[in-house]
């Protein structure tokens, strides 16, 4: 599986982006999506996940209210809308997938896309 990011790009605090990422497979729909950041100097952190069927998702309590996850599987897409931005949101971010399971979509995923690099100016 192969997971492509864009998107990503230079905003004022307070300002919005939305960030892409275009899953290869074939069986998209049976993978649950999310999004991780990494800052500089800090350890890649949970950011949002999705569901395979797009009926669950959940946040890092850092960015519930600013940030909404969603996806199209009918475009092997899956999105992340951030707005509100604020300086500490400057990070690059990755997609990432795994076959669906019962597990924590705050765990383990085994396909990482490349990262888009997102930068807040205050």
């Known amino acids: 599986v192969q997971l492509q990011a864009s998107g990503g790009g230079l905003v004022q605090a307070g300002g919005s982006l939305r960030l892409s990422c275009a899953a290869s497979?074939?069986?998209?729909?049976?993978?649950?999506m999310g999004w991780f950041r990494q800052a500089p100097g800090k350890e890649r952190e949970f950011v949002a996940a999705?569901?395979?069927?797009?009926?669950?998702?959940i946040y890092a309590y850092s960015v519930e209210g600013r940030f909404t996850i969603s996806r199209d599987n009918a475009k092997n897409t899956v999105y992340l809308q951030m707005n509100s931005l604020k300086p500490e949101d400057t990070a690059v971010y990755y997609c990432?997938?795994?076959?669906?399971?019962?597990?924590?979509?705050?765990?383990?995923?085994?396909?990482w896309g490349q990262g888009a690099q997102v930068t807040v100016s205050s």
């Open positions: 990432a997938g795994r076959m669906k399971t019962t597990a924590t979509m705050r765990g383990r995923y085994d396909y």
């Open positions: 497979a074939r069986t998209f729909s049976s993978y649950d």
């Open positions: 999705v569901s395979w069927s797009g009926g669950s998702t």
